[in-house]
């Protein structure tokens, strides 16, 4: 259950909107210090993507290796019947690698803030130009279906992602990306990007953008609010740093905060992201919104106790949304309700003085060790139970 707040905060603002979510987690995600997907772990994912309703998954970067290529060409050949899209760097090579590859779409960029230019680049705005014109021809000449985004838009001049966006929109790019590459943005900024970007398109607009202050979701709903019609996610936000605007967060947060259409099954996301979890072998926090093993736990006397006549009261959304599982655990914040729960699931019945007997033994325990597993507990309620 949400706050009645969102409403009101929301006013004027229509439901419905259709957003689509393009996800590179195989990609930008794999881009992650220590992650790297064989091409078998690429299918399974692309697959459980699609499975969970996914319409554009960006299977790579096929400039990198002949095996990234290799893998790329392996889920766009999976049939599914979501797009396939491809990072591409403003290089001809780059176009024809994705043409082999048998991408849907490729994913042209070229960076426009002058930190960029300058130490990466080390060319003038001018050349930029050329650059990101050239590969557009290219594209266009080659039959391959592209995007146009200029990367670190956060830091860019305004007025020279226009004049950039505008050419990529005579070329054919299908939409102009934003960048918040290194997320230093804020709701308040990407609102007032996203705008004005929105205002000079004539193509829908997408955002691309990274957590690095923890404002990734907060940014995301404010993009779609200025008019974003496509994001960017990875599963468990995995990427660069500290990562990319999370999947499974931003999916709820858009569906349940704005109304937001994206056509994700909400119900797939805790299996998704177990999955990925897996392939990156990166453990995802207890506490990751959405997926973490304790957004569903309860171990606070207080809080049980509530949660057992409704869970509404310590939770703002059901586990079963998001494919997910309530439990409770037992330590040393229990209360009497979770040691009545724990009885009543198996109809164990003690006196008053044996479960409260049972309550300080679980409490002592969890002091001690963190938590009282199940098995502890039934061994603690016979120790009770035969008057020890
Ligand atoms: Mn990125």
């Not at 997926?291 to 736990?297: S, Y």
């Amino acid at each position: 259950m949400l706050s009645p707040f969102n409403d009101l905060a929301l006013k004027g603002w229509k439901s419905g909107k259709k957003v689509v979510l393009y996800d590179t987690t195989l990609r930008d995600g794999e881009q992650m210090p220590g992650v790297s997907f064989s091409k078998a772990q690429k299918l399974r994912i692309a697959q459980a993507l699609c499975d969970a309703g996914v319409k554009h998954i960006e299977a790579g970067f096929p400039a990198v290796s002949k095996r990234e290529a290799a893998a790329v060409k392996a889920v766009a050949g999976l049939r599914t019947g979501a797009e396939t899209l491809a990072l591409c760097r403003a290089r001809k090579g780059d176009v024809d690698a994705c043409v082999d590859c048998g991408v849907d779409i490729a994913l042209i960029f070229i960076a426009t803030s002058d930190i960029h230019l300058e130490h990466k680049y080390k060319c003038s705005r001018e050349r930029a130009v050329e650059m990101a014109l050239g590969a557009m021809e290219y594209a266009g000449e080659r039959g391959l279906r592209f995007t146009f985004s200029t990367e670190d838009s956060t830091r860019s001049d305004m007025g020279y992602m226009l004049s950039l966006n505008k050419m990529a929109e005579r070329l054919g790019a299908e939409r102009i990306g934003i960048t918040d590459t290194v997320g230093c943005a804020t709701p308040e900024s990407v609102a007032h990007l996203v705008g004005k970007i929105c205002a000079g398109a004539k193509r829908p607009v997408s955002a691309h953008l990274h957590n690095d202050l923890g404002l990734a979701v907060a940014n995301g709903l404010s993009a779609v609010r200025a008019g974003a019609a496509a994001l960017a996610t990875t599963v468990n936000g995995i990427g660069e740093r500290a990562g990319n605007l999370p999947l499974e967060e931003f999916a709820v947060a858009s569906e349940l905060l704005l109304g937001a259409d994206h056509g994700i099954d909400l119900s797939k996301l805790t299996s998704v992201s177990r999955l990925v979890a897996r392939a990156a072998r990166i453990e995802t926090p207890r506490n990751k919104p959405i997926v973490g093993g304790n957004i569903f736990a309860h171990e606070s006397g207080i809080h049980v106790a509530a949660v057992l006549n409704e869970p509404f009261t310590y939770e703002p959304i059901s586990p079963e949304l998001v494919g997910g599982a309530r439990r409770f655990v037992l330590g040393k914040h229990t209360g009497i309700a979770a040691i009545r729960m724990m009885l009543g699931s198996k109809k164990e019945r003690l006196t008053g003085a044996q479960e409260r007997k049972v309550l300080a033994r679980v409490k002592s325990r969890g002091e001690g060790n963190g938590s009282v597993t199940v098995k502890e507990f039934w061994r603690i309620v016979r120790g009770a139970g035969n008057g020890r």
